[in-house]
């Protein structure tokens, strides 16, 4: 079994460490939101998946990359601070996966927006929009997956304006909405999340894939693969 150390410990620290083993990791390692990360003791992880907060997560990472720690973080609403992060990890030698969203589902439904978004550049009668809703704990809004389905988007070849609009409220884990409206019809593209397991599992599935590389990587290049961001 790999030793994995969590770093964040709410839901999505829980429900990691009840997957893990399912995937091959032993949690040798468990820090909540407020630990110290430069003092932590990191001997013998193979992996870190780090979920904790968007005003945490660049510390957090800087300190697993001095560490050499390969990680995964799921935290979003950090990237601002994207390039630093990613030096850190290239000077030490390290490898981070980073994304907005670690659904494997959305990450295909990503690729659906996309190709619509293509299809409906050359469409100016249809007007866009993006919504989104989560739980009302979280933090960032827009989510950072909303933000990422309309990059997508824009990368397409949609140049037309995107009304983009976030919600919260109860406890829902996430819902994403892209739709295209015109006088004739309306065309809606949505992913519901029915609980944070696959986000988990996607996390686990890109702390596997960590094994025996080095730079930096969207989640997306884990899944459908690429060369990474090294040369960031």
């Known amino acids: 079994m790999k030793k994995l150390a969590l770093v964040g410990y709410g ?6 460490h009840q ?15 407020a630990a110290d990360l430069a003092q932590a003791d990191f001997s013998g992880i193979d992996a870190a998946i780090e979920f904790t907060e968007p005003s945490a997560a660049p510390a957090n990472l800087l300190a697993l990359a001095a560490a050499k720690v390969p990680t995964v973080c799921g935290t979003t609403g950090w990237l601002e601070r994207l390039d630093e992060v990613s030096e850190a990890y290239r000077s030490n030698g390290g490898v981070l996966v980073y994304g907005a969203n670690f659904s ?33 704990a979280k933090k960032d809004a827009p989510s950072g997956t909303l933000l990422m389905l309309v990059d997508r988007m824009r990368a397409a070849g949609y140049t037309a304006p995107v ?10 884990p996430g819902t994403h909405e892209i739709g295209f409206d015109a006088a004739a019809d309306t065309i809606t593209l949505r992913h519901t999340a029915r609980s ?3 986000f988990a599992r ?15 990587y969207d989640f997306r290049e884990a899944l459908f693969g690429g060369a990474g961001e090294e040369a960031r």
């Open 202 to 216: 996607g996390a686990l599935f890109a702390a596997k894939w960590l094994e025996g590389r080095r730079g930096v």
């Open 104 to 136: 494997i589902g959305v990450q295909l439904f990503a690729r659906l927006c996309a190709e619509a978004a293509a299809l409906f550049a050359g469409h100016a009668d249809y007007e866009a929009w993006a919504w989104e809703m989560h739980h009302s």
């Open 19 to 33: 997957l893990a083993p399912e995937s091959g990791f032993d949690v040798a390692l468990v820090l909540d939101v």
């Open 163 to 172: 009304d983009v609009a976030a919600s919260r409220a109860g406890r829902v």
């Open 11 to 16: 839901k999505m620290g829980r429900l990691l």
């Open 196 to 198: 944070r397991e696959g």
